[in-house]
Nanobody
């Protein structure tokens, strides 16, 4: 069973930094792509950043140059380094992992429980 656990959210002043982490646990699977979504109150969930198995990254325009996604494939661990935070970055952040199970080669997409980020002005 694949499980994702996020950590690192919190309260920070505008201009500050935070690092979110996501660990994928379990066995019998391979993770291909990972990434982060966020959802602010009253808004739809938004894709923030992704990283592929090959290390290719993508970012939503609003975070380019401020956020950095990275991954340790061997440990199924991913982080999102957030700098120059703005009040509009305030949201619940969710990590996800997409991969497949070795047994049957079935695909999966799993989500973490979310971690709250609040940026005060």
């Amino acid at each position: 069973q694949v499980q994702l656990v996020e950590s690192g959210g919190g309260l920070v002043q505008a201009g500050g930094s935070l690092r979110l982490s996501c660990v994928v646990s379990g066995s019998g699977f391979r993770v291909n792509a990972m990434g982060w979504h966020r959802q602010a109150p009253g808004n739809q969930r938004e894709l923030v950043a992704t990283i592929t198995d090959a290390g290719t990254t993508t970012y939503v325009d609003s975070v380019k140059g401020r956020f950095t996604i990275s991954r340790d494939r061997g440990k199924n661990w991913m982080s999102l380094q957030m700098a120059s935070l703005k009040p509009e970055d305030t949201a619940d952040y969710y990590c996800y992992a997409r991969g497949y199970y070795y047994d049957g080669m079935n695909d999966f997409v799993k989500w973490g429980q979310g971690t709250q980020v609040t940026v005060s002005s």
